[in-house]
């Protein structure tokens, strides 16, 4: 069966420019995960969704982040006026249901952003 | 806030086993003690969860101490393509990564 997928798998943009990142999850999959990760260092988590529920967007590091989630599946993280800062590979998982703690996650192969 | 605490690098030698020390000293009852891996350039991969008991697939062993404090995964013998980075997560709903230990196998 299909994975998580991502796309694209790379987007390069200029400063101030606006982007959009996707996020397919495993079909029936209620929880969602956005994380970012910057070159050599671990895994940042940015927001969470589960099923109907408000998301959990402790994780987001400032304004200019914000995501949705169409339908309790596909997922958009937006960045508003990209800076240099942004740029990382942001990494989406999925996992069956984020309320029982033994399911395992499921990552998507990422989206490398570069920020010019 | 990261849960746990773990050696940010080990080294092992091919075909030996490797022990990867975790201390979540905080850990609530009903929190899982799952164990990720992220190979070079790829996204994280799920290797192993428990709750009490120990736990073994054919990735690696959990060992998990009888006061849930602390965890070990037991990789038993390391090859080259077990280069990675480990990470020990508590499992609560929302799952958040710490800096995990960099896992070098020399051959």
């Known amino acids: 069966g299909a994975g998580v997928s991502q796309s694209p798998s790379n987007k390069v943009t200029e400063k101030g420019k606006d982007v959009e990142l996707r996020c397919d999850p495993i079909?029936?999959?209620?929880?969602l995960y956005w994380y970012r990760q910057s070159l050599g260092q671990g895994l940042e988590f940015l927001i969470y969704?589960?099923?109907?529920?408000?998301?959990?967007k402790s994780g987001l590091p400032s304004d200019r982040f914000s995501a949705e989630r169409t339908g309790g599946s596909v997922s958009t993280l937006t960045i508003q006026r990209t800076q240099q800062e942004d740029s990382a590979v942001y990494l989406c998982?999925?996992?069956?249901?984020?309320?029982?703690?033994?399911?395992?996650?499921?990552f998507g192969p990422g989206t490398r952003l570069t920020v010019l | 806030d990261a849960k746990t605490t773990q050696p940010n690098s080990m080294e092992s030698n091919e075909e030996e086993p490797v022990h990867l020390p975790c201390n979540h000293s905080?850990?609530?009852?009903?929190?899982?003690i799952h164990w990720y891996r992220q190979l070079p350039s790829q996204g994280p991969e799920y290797v192993i969860h428990?709750?009490?008991s120990n736990v073994n697939n054919r990735m690696a062993s959990l060992a998990i101490a009888e006061d849930r404090k602390s965890s070990t995964l037991i990789l038993h013998r390391a090859t080259l393509r077990d280069a990675a980075v480990y990470y020990c997560?508590?499992?609560?709903?929302?799952?958040?990564f710490g800096a995990g230990t960099r896992l070098t196998v020399k051959p």
């Open positions: 997560i508590l499992r609560d709903g929302d799952m958040r």
């Open positions: 428990g709750l009490t």
């Open positions: 998982a999925s996992s069956y249901s984020g309320g029982y703690s033994y399911n395992e996650q499921f």
């Open positions: 905080t850990i609530s009852g009903t929190d899982y």
């Open positions: 969704f589960q099923g109907n529920s408000a998301p959990d």
């Open positions: 079909s029936g999959h209620t929880a």
